[in-house]
């Protein structure tokens, strides 16, 4: 089993519509988890932090369910600046490996 | 501040000839990572600093792959011979250690012919 498995999508989505993802680990002891966003051949950048409770940025809302060892990431009010890639992240709890999914690629389409 | 730095953006060269990445990381920054991705895929740890000292380097294929971080800032990736398969983008990145979160540089795109 991956350590970090994403659905690939690709979510093809209109302008302002809403579109969720998830993310699942394999490691219950992780405690680090991120979202990066990843545009066409550049690097991954960092787009959130999930916090235990979850959190919010604007349009981004991430949470993390660790009874079933899943991230989601939902985006609201989709705009077509939002198409990328979304990369999960969990850091290792011990040796703070990171270790990343293959990617959710979002097109938002006008 | 100045972010990751990566040098060269990309490379081209032939097989069986060597090739060396650069990366600087944040100033301040311990931890060093250097990731291999392939187009599709996400990033792969090659490497994991801790300021000077390699502490996991268990996926570098080490009968072509070297790496250092002699002084605990900027580090090296050398490959040597390339191979056809090496074809694919290296990232550097950089972070404070513990849980936190890992800066990335803009890549190396390594290209073998």
């Known amino acids: 089993r991956k350590e970090v498995e994403q659905d690939p999508g690709p979510f093809n989505v209109p302008e302002g519509a809403t579109v969720a993802f998830n993310c699942t680990y394999s490691?219950?002891?992780?405690?680090?988890f991120f979202w990066y966003r990843q545009d066409c051949r550049k690097e991954p950048k960092l787009l959130m932090s999930?916090?235990?409770s979850g959190n919010e940025d604007g349009r981004f809302t991430a949470q993390l369910n660790r009874a079933s060892q899943y991230i989601s990431l939902l985006i609201r009010d989709s705009k077509l600046s939002d198409s990328a890639t979304y990369l999960c992240?969990?850091?290792?709890?011990?040796?703070?490996?990171?270790?990343f999914g293959a990617g959710t690629t979002v097109t938002v389409r006008a | 501040e100045a972010g990751v730095v990566q040098s060269p953006r990309y490379k081209i060269i032939e097989k069986k000839q060597p090739v060396a990445f650069w990366c600087n990381p944040i100033?301040?920054?311990?931890?060093l990572y250097w990731y291999l991705q392939n187009l599709g895929q996400g990033p792969e740890l090659l490497i994991r600093?801790?300021?000077?000292?390699?502490?996991?380097d268990s996926q570098l294929p080490k009968d072509r792959f070297s790496a250092e971080r002699l002084k605990g800032v900027d580090s090296t990736l050398k490959i040597q011979p390339a191979e056809l398969g090496d074809s694919a983008v290296y990232l550097c990145?950089?972070?404070?250690?513990?849980?936190?979160?890992?800066?990335f540089g803009q890549g190396t795109r390594l290209t073998v012919v």
């Open positions: 999930v916090y235990s």
């Open positions: 100033s301040g920054h311990n931890t």
């Open positions: 490691n219950s002891a992780s405690q680090s």
């Open positions: 600093y801790e300021n000077e000292e390699a502490v996991d």
């Open positions: 992240v969990v850091k290792d709890p011990n040796d703070y490996k990171l270790s």
């Open positions: 990145a950089s972070s404070l250690g513990g849980q936190t979160e890992a800066f």
